[in-house]
C-alpha cells in the first residue's frame, strides 16, 4: 500500500532563508496540517482546517516528479516543512528522491518523533518558546534527538521575539549542548494578522531591530556558540507566499 502526503504546496526553486542552511538553493515541500496553533504563525493555510479544500493528497512519486519539474532534473536541496512535517509519512519521500540524487532538510517543532528522522540529511529541530503559547514535550523532543542519530545533522533553531524567548534558547541549548543552536529573529507581520491572512508587506524595520538586539544581547552574555539570524526571505520578498 502506498503511503499519500497531505500537501499544501510545492515551490522553488527559491533561497532558504532560515536556519543553518540560510542562502542555499532549495525546493520547499509544504505538508499540511499541524498539532501546534502558535500565537504568530505565518503559514496558517498550511495549518488551519479551514484551507483543507487547498490541500491536495500526493503519493511519493508524484511529489518527486513535481521537485524534479521545478528543479530541471537537476540534484537539489528539498526542504520539508509544513505544518508540522513530523505528521506525514515522508520515508519513501525521502528515499525515492534520494535516488534522483536530491538531499533533504527538515524542520519541525519537535512535538512528534519518527524514526526515519535518521535518514534526513537535515533535521531541524525548532521547539517554540512561550511567545508561540505553545508549551514544549520534552520527551517527544529527546526522542527526535534520538531517532536523528544516523545520517541527519541535528540542530536547534529558535524564534526570538523577547527576553522570555531568549532565556528558553538558553535552556533548550543547555539541555542539548552537542547540537549548534541558531537563534531566528521573530517576524512581526503574523501578530498582526487578521482572519488568517496577512499582508504580503514586511515591517523591515522591526526585523532589523529585533536582530540588532538580539545580536546585541548574544555578545553580552557572550554566548559564543550560538549563530544569531535574520529571516533573509522576508527582507527580501517580504510575506508573499512561494518564494
Known amino acids: 500500500m502506498i503511503d499519500h502526503v ?20 532549495t525546493v520547499f515541500v509544504r505538508t499540511a496540517g499541524c498539532d501546534y496553533r502558535c500565537s504568530w504563525c505565518d503559514t496558517l493555510y498550511a495549518v488551519l482546517p479551514d484551507y483543507r479544500d487547498e490541500w491536495t493528497m500526493l503519493t511519493p512519486s508524484d511529489i518527486i516528479a513535481r521537485v524534479d519539474e521545478l528543479a530541471g532534473s537537476t540534484p537539489v536541496l528539498v526542504t520539508l516543512s509544513g505544518g508540522n512535517p513530523a505528521l506525514q509519512p515522508l520515508d519513501q519521500v525521502i528515499t525515492i528522491g534520494r535516488q534522483q540524487g536530491h538531499t ?18 537535515w533535521l531541524i529541530l525548532s521547539p517554540k518558546p512561550p511567545s508561540s503559547a505553545m508549551t514544549t514535550d520534552w520527551t517527544a523532543l529527546d526522542s527526535c534527538v534520538r531517532f536523528a542519530q544516523g545520517r541527519a545533522c541535528c540542530v536547534l533553531k529558535i524564534v526570538i521575539f523577547d527576553e522570555a524567548d531568549y532565556r528558553y534558547a538558553r535552556n533548550v541549548a543547555a539541555r542539548y549542548p552537542t547540537l549548534k ?5 521573530g517576524n512581526p507581520a503574523p501578530l498582526q494578522a487578521a482572519g488568517g491572512r496577512m499582508s504580503e508587506a514586511a515591517d523591515n524595520d522591526a526585523l532589523t531591530s529585533g536582530l540588532r538586539w538580539l545580536a546585541e544581547k548574544t555578545v553580552a552574555d557572550r554566548w559564543f556558540n550560538a549563530t544569531v539570524l535574520p529571516q533573509l526571505h522576508v527582507l527580501a520578498w517580504g510575506n508573499k507566499r512561494g518564494v
Open 6 to 25: 497531505r500537501i499544501s504546496e510545492i515551490f522553488g526553486p527559491t533561497i532558504q532563508g532560515e536556519g543553518p542552511l540560510i542562502g542555499r538553493p
Open 181 to 185: 543552536t541558531y537563534l531566528q529573529v
Open 104 to 121: 533533504f532538510a527538515m524542520e519541525t517543532q519537535g512535538s512528534i518523533a519518527r524514526e526515519w528522522f535518521g535518514n534526513l540529511d
